[in-house]
């Protein structure tokens, strides 16, 4: 009499995503560009701080620097968790052949609102300080 074994199948489900690569690629280069307008901003502000030195100028100033402060950190660990997941989901497509595990699309989800969300800031902060450079400049 032949005993039964049990088996444990991979339950693990896998999804085609082709489009995974080139988004992560667009926000690598997106989180780039963010990065570089800082850098823009930042020598704006500078000037506007040279040019005025009042109590209200430096204030409106201080504001700025720590928000573009906190916007590079932003960026930094965006552009970290984007390239770490892209490693993670390079190897997946690897070993999968061209699919990836549906934990790795549920984490894209993820950065795909963190990028999204980091967005939104990083365009209402220009919009700010578009208007904090009319009233000062």
């Known amino acids: 009499m032949l005993q039964k074994q049990n088996i444990k199948l991979n339950t693990m489900s896998y999804t085609a995503v082709p489009h995974l690569v080139a988004e992560h690629q667009d926000w690598l280069k997106a989180v780039d560009f963010y990065d ?3 850098d ?4 704006r502000l500078a ?4 040019k005025n030195t009042g109590i209200d100028t430096m204030k409106g100033v201080e504001h700025f620097q720590n ?6 950190n932003s960026i930094d660990e965006l ?9 993670k989901a390079m190897l997946d497509l690897k070993e999968h052949v061209g699919r990836v595990e549906s934990q790795q699309v549920a984490e894209h989800k993820k950065i ?7 967005e939104k800031v990083i365009n209402e902060l220009r919009d700010e300080f578009n208007l904090f450079l009319v009233k000062w400049m």
């Not at 928000?67 to 590079?72: A, E, K, L, N």
């Not at 552009?79 to 490693?87: K, Y």
């Not at 795909?112 to 980091?118: C, L, N, Q």
């Open 36 to 38: 570089n307008e800082l």
């Open 40 to 43: 823009i901003l930042e020598n």
């Open 47 to 50: 000037e506007v701080a040279q």
């Open 67 to 72: 928000q573009f402060i906190i916007q590079r």
């Open 79 to 87: 552009r970290h968790n984007i390239n770490e997941h892209a490693h």
């Open 112 to 118: 795909k609102d963190e990028f999204e969300s980091f």
